[in-house]
């Protein structure tokens, strides 16, 4: 089983481990590739999930309206279906930012609970007043 790459984001102050403290893996994202809307959703991304659903409805009607077949409308959906895949994580980290969230660190380790483990155990400093 290889690494991941995780980072670890932490709202301030820090008072509950199950709200703020957030790992994000770093890479592709298969629930954002596969079920985009459902996908962002679920990671309570809101203004994506609008725009995901407006980009598609656009693509719809760009593609009917210049005349192109059913075939090249799949393809350009499953080349955005590609894209926010590739940038779902990076999505999650924007939103997070402006919810308030501070990227701290990267973590290497085989699941997220390793790696919040591995957080707690290297910057202990910033977990300082935590309530469990």
């Not at 709200?19 to 592709?28: P, Q, T």
């Not at 660190?105 to 390793?114: G, I, K, N, R």
Request: hydrophobic share 55%; net charge neutral.
């Amino acid at each position: 089983m290889s690494l991941k790459v995780y980072t670890v984001h932490l709202r301030q102050p820090v008072r509950d481990a199950e709200r703020d403290i957030v790992l994000v893996r770093e890479g592709f994202s298969w629930g954002a590739f596969l079920v985009s809307v459902l996908w962002a959703l679920w990671n309570r991304l809101w203004l994506v999930a609008v725009a995901l659903i407006a980009l598609e409805l656009l693509l719809t009607l760009v593609t009917g309206w210049i005349g192109l077949g059913p075939a090249s409308g799949g393809v350009i959906s499953f080349a955005l279906a590609v894209l926010v895949g590739m940038f779902g994580n990076d999505l999650r980290r924007w939103t997070m930012e402006g919810r308030g969230y501070a990227e701290v660190a990267l973590v290497a380790a085989h699941s997220p609970d390793e790696a919040q483990q591995r957080f707690g155990e290297r910057y202990p400093h910033l977990l300082a007043g935590l309530s469990a």
